[in-house]
């Protein structure tokens, strides 16, 4: 088993990093059973970063025995609560003392900008696994009155064996919003990461260590197969739920893909309007699943409104994840970077109108320049499809009958947003949209304690927020006969 040792010397990080880049099973970094590893890519660069060990069917059987075994015996129902807690407290505290050489990774491997993983994704993991550590010692079920012969409660108890699969758009954030709830409420994990940016996921496994927690609690395994909390692609989603019911009818939660809406009337505060919109697409490069990508616009703000967008779109910077002053790093994978001009191709040959950018970035790694298309038409692919990249569609509208229907018209349901000064209107839009999330006046806000999830096709289950630890629980009725006689 080989050790990944890197260092930096960049102007927003200097430091170094070194740990196995084994599977994780039973708290030992192990090779895999075939011995064979993946390769992890840098987007920046589009060169090797790495190799990472492969799993196959074999180590999952493996780390799902190494689970097992330690719920049955030291964890699930044989750890307190407030021991669950400060557990994960100490995890959080592990990732602080850590913080600067996480985000240094997530850079890394990711290709988002260090500023952006240390403020956001790395800060933002550690608010969840503290959130959860608050709730694990608080699960607790009724008391339920039936009649004064009979004593009547539930049992919120852990499930077990949890699988989890994460996606690589923010890697250690979304490794927190399955582990933290699944801990918290005594359960046992088997995670898998993209085989895209697995390295801050085999990091953490380290920091696991640190934190105490049992050997076995957190199992990671590293390869391509899909095996059952998931995050990603409504495509897998659907394979990741036809799986399960072909087993063993297993419990799946799911949040997938979208197409959000961000509707901006006339009466909206046009600068705010604009750098929430730009927030709202770009954020990530685009790569985020709740990304406002069909911007409705009504007919009377629409040209000064395009006008600041396509401004604000042209000031981001784009370029090297470690430089001072970057905005926007690479897409993800070629694969990635493909898809997203594939959609560009397709919205140029159907007749849309290219405002800004629709061209790559540079000659070296997986940049895409900023893009906004107008005069696009509804049965576009650019309009219906999830492109998850730097790609938004601006939409005039009329009036709030029209923008309903076609923000509604589409398979996704995740999240939208609403711009207006006016409090009756953008409550009423807000309860009109099919979506599990409803932002008004901003964009891609998201809070621990707040649930996020989808309608329609973006999902099955909530994360975050107290919501989360209903996907982590079976309920059991207890049934105490104390005076009843047959």
């Known amino acids: 088993m080989t050790t990944f040792s890197h260092e930096w010397n960049t102007p927003v990080y200097k430091g170094k990093t070194s740990f196995p880049t084994g599977l994780f099973i039973g708290g030992k970094f192990v090779d895999g059973s075939n011995g064979t590893t993946i390769d992890v890519i840098n987007p920046t660069t589009g060169k090797l970063i790495t190799k990472v060990s492969e799993a196959v069917e074999k180590d999952v059987d493996l780390a799902v025995d190494a689970a097992q075994k330690v719920f049955e015996t030291k964890w699930g129902l044989n750890t307190s609560g407030a021991a669950r807690s400060e557990l994960l407290w100490n995890l959080a505290k592990g990732m602080e003392k850590h913080k600067d050489e996480l985000a240094a990774i997530e850079a890394l491997d990711n290709g988002k900008t260090f500023d952006w993983a240390h403020g956001t994704d790395v800060t933002f993991s550690i608010e969840v696994i503290k959130y ?15 009649d004064e012969k009979k004593l009547i409660y ?91 019911a072909k087993s063993n009818l297993k419990a799946v939660t799911l949040e997938l893909g979208g ?11 046009l600068e705010q309007a604009v750098n929430w919109t730009a927030h709202g697409i770009f ?3 685009g790569q ?15 040209d000064e409104f395009l006008k600041g967008f396509v401004a604000k779109a042209k000031a981001i910077k784009v370029g090297d994840p470690f430089g001072e002053g970057t905005d926007q ?51 576009m692919k650019i309009v219906k ?19 309903i229907r076609q923000a509604n018209d589409t398979v996704y349901g995740l999240a939208s ?70």
């Open 132 to 146: 959860f550590a608050g709730w694990a010692d608080k699960i607790t079920g009724q008391t339920i009155e039936t």
């Open 154 to 244: 539930t049992r919120h108890e852990p499930i077990g064996v949890v699988g989890q699969i994460i996606p690589w758009n923010f890697p250690l954030l979304m490794w927190a919003w399955k582990v933290a709830p699944a801990l918290a409420t005594g359960n046992v994990i088997v995670l898998k990461p993209s085989e895209f940016t697995p390295l801050t996921a085999i990091r953490m496994c380290g920091i696991i260590q640190e934190a105490g927690f049992p050997d076995g609690v957190v199992n990671l395994i590293t390869g391509y197969g899909h095996t059952v909390a998931f995050t990603g692609s409504t495509l897998v989603g659907r394979k990741v739920m036809e799986a399960a």
């Open 259 to 269: 197409k959000s809406p961000n509707i901006i009337f006339d009466d909206a505060d």
């Open 283 to 285: 954020w990530n490069h």
């Open 288 to 302: 985020a699943c709740c990304a406002g990508s069909r911007i409705f616009v009504q007919e009377g703000i629409y």
């Open 329 to 379: 790093g690479p897409q993800i994978s070629q694969i990635q970077y493909d898809r997203i001009m594939g959609y560009i191709e397709s919205g140029k040959q159907e007749g849309a109108t290219v405002a800004i950018g629709g061209e790559r970035h540079g000659t070296e790694g997986f940049f895409i320049n900023p893009t906004i298309f107008t005069d696009v038409k509804p049965d």
């Open 385 to 403: 499809e999830e492109i998850f990249g730097p790609v938004g569609v601006v939409i005039k509208f009329k009036d709030e009958e029209d923008v």
């Open 417 to 486: 947003a609403v711009f207006t000064q006016n409090l009756n209107r953008a409550i009423e839009t807000a309860h009109k949209l099919q979506a599990g999330t409803a932002w008004i006046n901003c964009a891609n806000q998201l809070h621990a304690q707040v649930p996020f999830g989808g309608y329609k096709q973006s999902g099955i289950g909530r994360e975050l927020g107290e919501y989360a630890l209903s996907n982590y629980t079976n309920v059991k009725a207890v049934h105490i006969n104390l005076s009843h006689k047959k």
